[in-house]
DNA sequence: ATCATATATGTAATGATTACATTTAGGGAA
DNA sequence: TTCCCTAAATGTAATCATTACATATATGAT
């Protein structure tokens, strides 16, 4: 997707596309890494040197607000962003740290008890440690 | 399970049971309501007004490394508590803000392709509307 | 009772995040 | 173009959770 492209998937969400949100978004969308606010906006100084964390910090809630972003806590209290594709779980390796994103069928996660409850989000979190770490 | 019980749990587990280790423990034991750092400091210190929140830290760290205790982070950067007793997933209401526990039957979460991937931990974050709000 | 060590406390530092006020940029109207 | 209005971006300072570290207190063995 380029710039051109971004632009317009960020107006059709009322959004209107600057360019540092341009390259926010695009930044989330080509490395999906699961950034923190830190990692955008260290790797994006050097492209935009009048870029502010501030900046960072209003865009990225501006994307969730429109529902192109959403954000989840793993273990540390930082926060760490991604677009939002389709649903999936997040896997940690203990020993790496490399956080993988695991395909997550529609499971039904409520017994029949809480049927009666309406469920709007699920975060899965997986922790262990991956395959490459296990060789 | 009274004071002298959680004294010998705490032992059990190479902890020496100090007062404000046995109430916090009990606390979290008699609670269960996933309470902050907060929460227990101001809970407690009308029980234990010396109590410092440096010492609620540190007894919830010791409890965590003995594996008596885990925290989890649900979308605020603010850690929550709770003891370890079986797995279980957590629902919050967004009208209410309250968490519910969810049990959790033992589901496999990776699909075939990660079958290498060993897992240790793994937490389930619900978020939508419970029954009561539904009403 | 004394001393050594474990436990608890207080203060200050750190790091993520937000609040707020100021500056800058972009888009119309004259 | 120039002027003006509003949206966007920035910087500074504040807030909140957490940790680091140094000090004080309590406990237990001798």
């Known amino acids: 997707m380029d710039s051109l492209t971004i632009a317009e998937q960020l107006t059709v969400h009322g959004i209107?596309?600057?360019?540092p949100r341009i390259q926010i978004y695009k930044y989330l969308y080509t490395k999906k890494n699961h950034p923190t606010v830190d990692d955008i906006y260290n790797d994006l100084i050097e492209e935009i040197p009048?870029?502010?964390k501030t900046t960072v910090y209003n865009t990225l809630n501006l994307?969730?607000?429109a529902k192109l972003v959403k954000?989840?806590?793993l273990d540390?209290?930082?926060k760490?962003?991604?677009?939002?594709?389709?649903?999936?779980s997040h896997f940690q390796c203990e020993r790496c740290n490399k956080i993988y994103d695991i395909p997550c069928d529609d499971i039904n996660l409520l017994p029949k008890e809480y049927e009666g409850f309406k469920v709007n989000e699920k975060q899965i979190f997986l922790k262990g440690i991956c395959e490459e770490c296990l060789k």
């Open 80 to 88: 760490r962003y991604e677009i939002i594709i389709h649903d999936h």
């Open 50 to 52: 009048t870029l502010s």
């Open 71 to 73: 954000s989840f806590n």
């Open 76 to 78: 540390k209290n930082e």
């Open 63 to 65: 994307f969730i607000e």
């Open 16 to 19: 209107k596309p600057s360019y």
